[in-house]
């Protein structure tokens, strides 16, 4: 990295999105750059009976769940989208336009223990979440109208998660949302212009580099990316080229898993907090067609900055101009690649 870039202002761009970040890394001299400031710890019991996920429990709905033992799914009670809504647009003029969205919401609870978080459960049982994943893009996806299946996961109550039993959630769409939308089309321009996966060819250069890299097994890379906005914002890209999750092998499953728990055991060393963050899966649509240009990823955009308990805001500038950084993320993949993959819990 040229030496400039590591002291002055600057914008990085983002090619997967075709858009750019301001950094501004002479900001992290101020005072309190790097403070550290430790939380209570997470004692919540392994069955918790007031809350509506852990096995033979009654939701809002007045559904019992099951005596589940390890994964476990269920239509969303209180839905963003909804496969019963009628067909309708409305267009005043370009101005005014509006159209119904039919979808699909799903609950996907990761464990029966109300008190476990990805980071401390076993490779295996993370396994079986990413088998659910796999499962629900199909099903999902095969619907005829279902062009876009979203899997993510909210962790921390910083993060608006309302329940902290350790879970997620898929949305499955009529229309592809604006996030992968824009990641289809620049994948698409780079397909076409050079018959290469965008994100294979940037991974292959950050091997050869190692300036953002956390890990790497075998079929997975781990790095703060190039372009990142959040302060330890990360991604898990797949070595070989795969449009989607289901196109894994079972060694490749197990590699995910794999990297799964090693990345958020890093975040939960990180302030020795349990780590918030928003995370999901970006994939082809589920509109029939090949899409060559997909290379599928998982991102993690975590809000914290400095400890446990300050959250990094996207207002002021990053809401009216351009998102911004204070410190490169050549920085915070140091920072995190130096942390132990052993949870500080068990240490």
């Not at 609870?109 to 979440?129: G, Y």
């Amino acid at each position: 990295m040229n030496p400039i870039f590591e002291e002055h202002p600057h914008r990085r761009y983002n090619p997967l999105t075709d858009s750019w970040v301001l950094v501004s890394p002479h900001r992290a001299k101020r005072p309190w750059q790097g403070q550290v400031e430790k939380v209570a710890g997470d004692d919540r019991p392994a069955y918790d009976e007031t809350c509506y996920l852990c096995p033979t429990n009654t939701r809002m709905n007045g559904e019992v769940n099951p005596d589940y033992q390890d994964v476990y799914i269920f239509n969303n009670d209180f839905a963003a989208l909804l496969e019963d809504t009628p067909a309708h647009s409305f267009e005043e003029d370009e101005l005014f336009k509006a159209e119904t969205e039919r979808g699909l919401g799903r609950v996907i609870c990761f464990s029966p223990r109300h008190d476990l978080t990805v980071p401390e459960m076993e490779e295996v049982a993370i396994r079986k979440v990413v088998d659910a994943w796999i499962d629900e893009y199909l099903t999902l996806g095969g619907k005829d109208f279902i062009n876009y299946v979203q899997i993510f996961e909210n962790k921390g109550f910083v993060m608006g998660c309302s329940n902290p039993h350790p879970h997620g959630q898929i949305w499955a769409s009529s229309s592809v949302p604006d996030e992968p939308m824009k990641k289809q089309i620049a994948q698409l321009k780079y397909w076409q212009k050079n018959q290469r996966s965008l994100l294979a060819d940037y991974i292959e250069k950050e091997l050869i580099k190692q300036e953002r890299v956390l890990f790497e097994n075998e079929h997975f890379v781990a790095l703060v990316p190039y372009w990142a906005v959040w302060p330890f914002e990360t991604m898990i890209v797949p070595k070989r080229k795969m449009a989607r999750i289901s196109d894994m092998t079972d060694a490749e499953k197990d590699a995910f898993a794999n990297a799964y728990k090693r990345l958020t055991v890093r975040y939960d060393n990180l302030f020795e907090t349990s780590f918030p963050y928003s995370a999901g899966v970006h994939q082809a649509p589920t509109d029939g067609e090949a899409h060559d240009e997909w290379h599928w990823h998982f991102v993690f955009y975590p809000p914290l900055l400095r400890s446990a308990t300050v959250k990094k805001f996207m207002v002021g500038y990053e809401m009216l101009a351009n998102p911004q950084r204070d410190i490169t993320a050549e920085k915070s993949a140091a920072v995190l690649r130096a942390l132990s993959e052993i949870h500080y819990k068990t240490k």
